[in-house]
């Protein structure tokens, strides 16, 4: 059922991709799209405040095993995401993937596979996939 999911919306997206056809446009859609995530998280930082950023250098024992690694390590995030500024992002995120469909659609590659390419990689490599 999720890859007919994914399929769809792979569909969907070459029946609407009307201006922006050539891989130069898609290209550059699909790294405004992104930006336009990573502007719209700030912003729910900077001009909303219902997430704070506390970041600072941290201090990895020599002697930490895995699980301390996980201890130590957090998101640097305060706070919880507010209604308006979760469907903004959200709203950004969508068309990020929309973009991404329509590179892979003029790729001929198919969405699905590259999701479940990704997650048999993370399932086999687990924490030795560094990329």
Do not use: W
């Not at 507010?82 to 929309?98: R, S």
């Not at 590179?103 to 969405?111: F, Q, V």
């Amino acid at each position: 059922m999720k890859d007919l999911i994914c399929d769809e919306f792979q569909n969907t997206v070459s029946k609407y991709l009307l201006r922006h056809q050539s891989i130069l446009d898609i290209l550059s859609k699909l790294q405004e799209t992104t930006a336009r995530v990573n502007r719209a998280t700030v912003k729910s930082v900077t001009s909303c405040g219902c997430i704070q950023v506390h970041s600072e250098k941290k201090t990895i024992p020599q002697d930490a095993s895995l699980d301390d690694f996980f201890k130590l390590m957090d998101t640097n995030l305060k706070g919880e995401i507010c209604e308006e500024c979760k469907e903004v992002i959200e709203m950004e995120m969508g068309k990020t993937l929309f973009y991404l469909a329509a590179l892979c659609n003029i790729l001929d590659i198919n969405l699905y596979d590259v999701l479940i390419k990704e997650h048999k990689k993370l399932s086999t490599l687990r924490f030795f996939n560094l990329t």
